[in-house]
């Protein structure tokens, strides 16, 4: 069924439907089962309803939309119609009410300007350096044998290379102790369910860690200030940046999209690349093809160009399909500002509107045998990933799509690449369960045995690579 967008006016005196209610209880309605396993929850429901039906959290309404013909009309309309900002209203508390999508559509556009802008393409090589220079000191403390857990591993590496790229070098080599538990209780305060108003412990925390860091970004920019030949880093880039009328960015907006982007890329990278490593470990079969074409490319020397991480192709699709299996953010929110009709029903003005990418990314009309993990259907003579405009959807769509989905695949590439090419590694814990989190999702422990490889086994096979140079997403989404 395809999506209607129609004039607010019509959708209001639309006498089509509203999607037909799950079961639920008085007052909360499904609050519980939502909060306790909202995947388990919307696949249950949609077992009983299709792809397209209502749930209730408490006072709030909510169409959940699953076909991916409908997803055009949430990714496609503007923030005046679907709004991000008032369904992610936690950004506001963590950040500010005037930072990105919680401003004015016009103001959100500009910043979104800004943002994009520091994340094209060309730009990412400015970024590899820090992200190289990171992966090196870990894996030398990584030593030649041992064990590690992958998340809290992953974790470190993420957050230290969002600290050296979005930050600067300064800031890296002075992080503390204190940084890390304050940017935990930043991230703490992304509460969906409970009202931000409410005195809650951990919103309190949010509050506080946010001033606090605020400072601490302001003393690097301060210190930054006619500093000539300071490194490339995001804090540079946005000292330079040009805002609307060619002026400056504004110091509070600069304050916040630093911390913002250094939120937005570091959780979400920690589970997307812990998950893409248990995956690879888990198909040895994948997994040897990955290495073996890791060899032929990662030949001696520094890798200083993106050229050469980006021809990783075996890399970046066990990427894809481990995003498609576990992707970090599991729900996608917005607030119905008007109404709008999708799919047969309407959807009316004051509902929220929720996408679930791990739901929609295994439909069974989309990829062939959803829940297997097989990177070769993103090969050219299948090219699954094709079928639909909105099949991917780990890093949203549309208007609101993630600008970090290129830094964040290169940082990936750099830090799997480099350690599938120095270490042997093997799963302790094969099958780790998913943490149940109310925010960003991740696997829980998982355990790691990894012995340095050989110099034999690297220099095994140095035939060149001939798959590297047709990579199938050159088109896709980037
Ligand atoms: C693997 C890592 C990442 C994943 C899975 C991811 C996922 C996402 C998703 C799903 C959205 C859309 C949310 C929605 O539509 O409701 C999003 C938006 C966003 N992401 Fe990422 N992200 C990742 C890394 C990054 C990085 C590295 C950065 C920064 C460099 C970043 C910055 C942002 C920003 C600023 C937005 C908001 C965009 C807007 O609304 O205009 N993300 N991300």
Redesign the pocket.
Known sequence: MTATPIHANAAETSLLPPPPFVKGLPLIGNLLDFYRDRIGFLRKAQKEHGNTFAIQLGPRKIAVLLEPDDLEAV?MKNDLTLS?GQ??KFVGTMFSPDY??MADFEE?QEQ?KV?LH??KSEKLGNYLQAMQRELKDWMQDLGEEGEFDVVPEMSKLALHI?ARA?IGEDFRMALNDQFLPLFKDLSDGAELVFPLNWPLPHLIRCKAARVKLGKMVKEVFDAREGKEDAPYD?LQYLSEARYRDDQPVPEEIRINMVL???W???E??T???SWALIHLLQNPDFLRKTVKEIDQVLTSGDHKELDTWRSLQHLLMAFWES?RLE???DV???YNVQAYETGGYRIPEGWYTI?S?SITQRLPSLYTHPNAFDPSRYLDNRKEHKRHRFSQ?????????????N???T??QVVIGSLLREYELELIDPEPQKQKLAGIQRPGECRVRYRKRTPEKLLADKTPNKAASACPFHSHGS
């Open positions: 990714f991000v369904a992610y990105l999508y959100y979104r943002l520091a994340f969002a979005f995001f913002g982007i250094t937005g890329g570091y979400t990278t589970g997307t690349m995003e992707p970090v953010s996608l929110m917005r996408v990418p959807l780990a890093f949203g769509g549309g208007l609101h799509k993630c600008p970090g989905m830094f964040a695949h940082e990936m």
